[in-house]
């Protein structure tokens, strides 16, 4: 089993910036890859980036230059840093793992942003 736990969402005003962590625990070990996904109401839960165990990233495309994803192998943690933030980011952002072909999630973290 491994267990997630996000932290860092809140509220922010356009134009700014948060960064959001997820820790690791348990079974860590030969974790393949980590993401953040993110669901806003009324809309499916879309993947925001992914981070493999030898740092390769994939964004998807619409954020590509905002956000940036990165990994501290050694704390089992990923982060998350979101800068220009847009109303549209708006969503519960969701911690991801995969390990033996297994995802494992995180209860969420929500960042609404709003002037």
């Known amino acids: 089993q491994v267990h997630l736990v996000e932290s860092g969402g809140g509220l922010v005003q356009p134009g700014g910036s948060l960064r959001l962590s997820c820790d690791a625990s348990g079974s860590t070990f030969s974790i393949d890859a980590m993401g953040w996904y993110r669901q806003a109401p009324g809309k499916q839960r879309e993947l925001v980036a992914s981070?493999?165990?030898?740092?390769?990233?994939n964004y998807a495309d619409s954020l590509k230059g905002r956000f940036t994803i990165s990994r501290d192998n050694a704390r089992n943690t990923v982060y998350l840093q979101m800068n220009s933030l847009k109303p549209e980011d708006t969503a519960a952002y969701y911690c991801n793992a995969v390990r033996s072909h297994i995802y494992y999630w995180g209860h969420g973290t929500q960042v609404t942003v709003s002037s």
């Open positions: 981070i493999t165990s030898d740092g390769n990233t």
